[in-house]
C-alpha cells in the first residue's frame, strides 16, 4: 500500500483527480505523509453537489487510464498507460509468443527476468490497487451522498455499479499477473489482498495492512457479485463516446462471461453470453444490452478507433492530451516506424511474430493479415492503432468479437447440439476476414476448440489477450490446449529472428525461437508481489509467490 501519494497524478486534462487525489492510499508501501495532500479537496467536500461526485467517479476512470509510472531510479513520476491505458495491452501481449519484442524495451517482462522490484510489476501492482482504493472511496461517497439527499439513489447505483465494474476489471488483471488461474485447484491458491474497503484514515490503513491475500476462489465471487451489481443498475447504453468509455450493462455482462471462460465453467459462460448473443448466423446483442453486432471488416472492426463503433463494449480513453505518451501510447508500441500509408510512425517495439504470421490456421488472403499488418525492415506489425502522433487511439478492454468467441468456447465445450451453433460462431468472426472456402466445416469436439483458441490469437492479436489465454489453458482439463505441451509460456522469437526471409505464409517456415520456454511448474510463470509491498504489511510477510 502507497500512502505517499503527493504527486501521483500528473496534471493531465482529467485533474479533477484533485478531488480524489487522497484516495490513492493503499497501493504500496505504508509510508504514510499526508493524508490530505494541499492540492486535494477534501473527502468531505468532493461529495458535496452533484458535479464533484460527477468529477470523482471520472476521476477514477482516469486512474484506470493514466496512473503513474515510476522507473524505481529516482526519476520522476510518469505516465505509461498503468494499469490499462495501454500497459495492459502490452504487456499481456510481449508475454506470450506471438509478438516480437524488437528493441528489448520489454526485456525484463518478454524475456521472464521479473524480480520483486522490477518496474513492470511494482507500477501495475500499485496502479491497480490505486483504481480499486479509488473506487471504494468513491463507492462510500456516493452511498453518503444518497442518505444525504445530494444525488438520486438511482444516481448512486449507476455510479456504484461503474466503481464495482473498475474494481472487478483491477482484481482480474491482479489475478493474471500474481496468481495461480482459477483451474488450479479450483480457486484454493492464494490470490491478492482482497479490500472492498477505502483505505483513507489511520484505522482503515492498520486494517488493510493486516489482510492476508484472499484465495482466488474468493476473489472470484466478489469480482462476479460486483458485476450482478453492475448488470442490474447499469444503463444499456450511452451517447456518443460515453458508449464504450463508461461502463455499461452490456460491459459487466461481457466481462462476466470472461471470467466463467477462465473459470472453465461453461454452462455459467454460456448463460451470460446468451444475453449478449442472439441468432443463429449472423449474431447481435438486444438493444436493451446494448445492441452489439459485429463490423463489416477487420478494418472497421480495428479497436483503436475514437469513433465509436457497434462492436466496441469497453475502451479506456486515451486523447491528445491524455496518453500513455511515446514510451507507451498503443500506436508506439505495435505501430510500425514507417510513414503511411504502410505504417503509422510508430517506435516499432513489439512486431507480430513470424510463427504467428506463417500459422496453418491464417490463409495467406486473411483480411486480418493484409489489411491489419504492415511491414517495415523486414517484420510485420499491427495496423489496429494509427495515431502515433498524439496517441489517441483508445485501449480496447472488451469487443464484440471477443464475446462472440468466448461464446463459441463455452458452447463448444458443451458440446452436442450446441458445437453446431459453436461453429456458426466462430465462423462469424472469421467469415469477415477470409474467403468462403476458407470457413470451417463438421468440426467438433477438441478440433472444434482448439480452431476457436487459434481465431483469438489472429483475431485479438495486439489487444493483450495472449497472457490471459496462456494463463487459463496452462493447468486443468484444458491444460490440452495449451501452447506450451504440459503449460507454461511456449518458446518466443527475439527480434534478430523477426526479418523478411521468416516470414513467409507460402512455405510457412517454422522458426525454433531464441528465448526459452518456461514449464508452468517454473516460478517465473507467475510475477512476485512487490518486495515494498511484503516489507511494509505484516499480513504478507513469507506470504510471495514461491521463488521470490
Not at 480524489?20 to 499526508?34: R, W, Y
Not at 490497487?129 to 479509488?134: G, K
Not at 438511482?154 to 455499479?161: C, L, M, R, V
Request: charged content about 20%.
Amino acid at each position: 500500500m502507497n500512502n505517499n501519494i503527493l504527486g501521483l497524478f500528473a496534471p493531465h486534462r482529467l485533474r479533477v483527480m484533485a478531488l480524489v487525489a487522497f484516495l490513492a492510499l493503499g497501493s504500496t508501501g505504508c509510508e504514510v505523509t499526508d493524508l490530505q495532500p494541499q492540492d486535494a479537496i477534501s473527502e468531505t467536500l468532493a461529495f458535496n453537489t452533484p458535479d464533484r461526485i460527477a468529477l470523482a467517479v471520472t476521476g477514477v476512470y482516469n486512474a484506470a487510464q493514466s496512473g503513474y509510472y515510476d522507473a524505481l531510479n529516482g526519476t520522476a513520476l510518469g505516465t505509461r498507460g498503468y494499469p490499462f491505458g495501454s500497459a495492459a495491452t502490452a504487456l499481456g501481449d510481449v508475454r506470450g509468443e506471438d509478438v516480437v519484442d524488437m528493441a528489448g524495451f520489454f526485456g525484463i517482462v518478454g524475456l521472464n527476468n521479473i524480480t520483486p522490484s522490477s518496474p513492470n510489476v511494482v507500477n501495475m501492482w500499485n496502479n491497480l490497487y490505486s483504481t480499486i482504493n479509488q473506487a471504494n472511496v468513491v463507492i462510500e461517497g456516493v452511498r453518503k451522498a444518497a442518505t444525504a439527499g445530494t444525488i438520486t439513489a438511482a444516481n448512486a447505483a449507476i455510479y456504484e455499479g461503474e466503481m464495482r465494474f473498475l474494481r472487478a476489471l483491477s482484481y482480474h488483471e491482479l489475478l493474471l499477473n500474481f496468481a495461480r488461474p482459477y483451474n488450479d485447484n479450483n480457486g484454493s491458491n492464494p490470490g491478492v489482498p482482497y479490500r472492498d474497503f477505502p483505505v483513507n484514515t489511520i484505522e482503515s490503513l492498520e486494517k488493510a495492512r493486516a489482510l492476508d491475500r484472499s484465495s482466488v476462489s474468493v476473489v472470484y465471487d466478489k469480482m462476479l457479485e460486483d458485476l450482478d451489481y453492475a448488470e442490474t443498475n447499469l444503463p444499456g447504453t450511452r451517447g456518443g463516446s460515453l458508449k464504450v468509455t463508461r461502463a455499461t450493462k452490456g460491459a459487466a455482462i461481457a466481462l462476466k462471461q470472461r471470467l466463467r471462460i477462465h473459470q472453465s465453467k461453461w454452462a455459467e459462460a454460456k448463460a451470460e453470453g446468451d444475453k449478449l448473443v442472439t441468432g443463429t448466423t449472423t449474431f447481435t446483442a438486444p438493444a436493451a444490452n446494448g445492441g452489439y453486432s459485429l463490423q463489416g471488416s477487420p478494418d472497421a472492426a480495428a479497436p483503436g478507433r475514437t469513433t465509436v463503433t457497434s462492436e466496441n463494449i469497453f475502451s479506456i480513453e486515451n486523447s491528445a492530451d491524455d496518453n500513455a505518451t511515446t514510451n507507451g501510447s498503443l500506436a508506439s508500441v505495435f505501430g510500425s516506424a514507417a510513414a503511411t500509408p504502410v505504417g503509422v510512425g510508430g517506435r516499432g517495439l513489439e512486431a507480430i511474430s513470424p510463427n504467428l504470421f506463417n500459422a496453418s490456421f491464417i490463409p495467406c488472403n486473411d483480411r486480418r493479415r493484409t489489411t491489419l499488418m504492415q511491414q517495415n525492415a523486414g517484420a510485420y506489425y499491427s495496423f489496429k492503432y494509427k495515431d502515433a502522433a498524439t496517441y489517441s487511439d483508445f485501449a480496447p478492454l472488451i469487443r464484440y468479437a471477443e464475446v462472440i468467441l468466448n461464446q463459441a468456447e463455452a458452447e463448444a465445450n458443451i458440446g452436442g447440439a450446441n458445437s453446431v451453433r459453436a461453429l456458426a460462431l466462430l465462423n462469424a468472426v472469421r467469415g469477415r476476414a477470409v474467403d468462403a472456402a476458407d470457413l470451417y466445416v463438421g468440426l467438433t469436439g477438441d478440433a472444434l476448440i482448439q480452431a476457436i483458441l487459434n481465431e483469438r490469437r489472429i483475431e485479438l492479436i495486439a489487444e493483450g489477450f495472449r497472457w490471459d489465454d496462456i494463463h487459463r489453458l496452462s493447468v486443468g482439463p484444458s491444460v490440452r490446449f495449451s501452447p506450451r505441451p504440459g503449460g507454461g509460456i511456449p518458446r518466443k522469437l527475439d527480434s534478430s529472428q523477426a526479418i523478411a526471409a521468416n516470414y513467409n505464409c507460402t512455405t510457412r517456415p517454422a522458426i525454433n525461437g531464441s528465448v526459452a520456454d518456461i514449464p508452468y511448474t517454473d516460478y517465473r510463470f507467475l510475477w512476485p508481489i512487490p518486495a515494498s509491498e511484503i516489507a511494509n504489511n505484516p499480513g504478507l510477510k513469507g506470504k510471495n509467490n514461491p521463488g521470490y
